[in-house]
């Protein structure tokens, strides 16, 4: 999966450090058809003070490692909401409410890749079966 995959959306939110203080960090967040692309900001990006140089190293949420985008919830103007991997992983992410709302697209980007893999498979169950009705 590569970052030149059909972008969807592209914008800001924040992830919860999985470190002893649980630190919130600026993401620059990449959806895409296969996945959540999420860069660092470089430096230090104080408060709401946008992120001046992105890194160009990413960290890759696909699609078929997630199970669930979860647990939303609303204060002082943040979304707060959880994307559940199949390792049983949580990761934490907010962002403002008035923005996009992340936690929906990324919610829409799951559903629309896990019912194309359904269509893929019952179009393959498909093709396997009149294929075999042709043998006998």
Known sequence: MSLTAQRQRDGV??????GLLQRWKKKRCVLTEDGLHLLSCRGNSAGDAPCAAWSSKTKVLPFERMVTVDCVEYKRGLVYFTVV???GKEID???PQDGMPWNA???LGLVRFKNLQAVQTARNRHLC??????ML
Do not use: L, P, Q
Request: charged content about 35%; some cysteine.
């Open 13 to 18: 939110v924040e992830k919860r450090s999985s």
């Open 85 to 87: 991997m199949a390792t």
């Open 93 to 95: 992410f907010r962002c």
């Open 105 to 107: 697209e990324i919610a």
């Open 129 to 134: 079966t009149a294929y075999m009705e042709e």
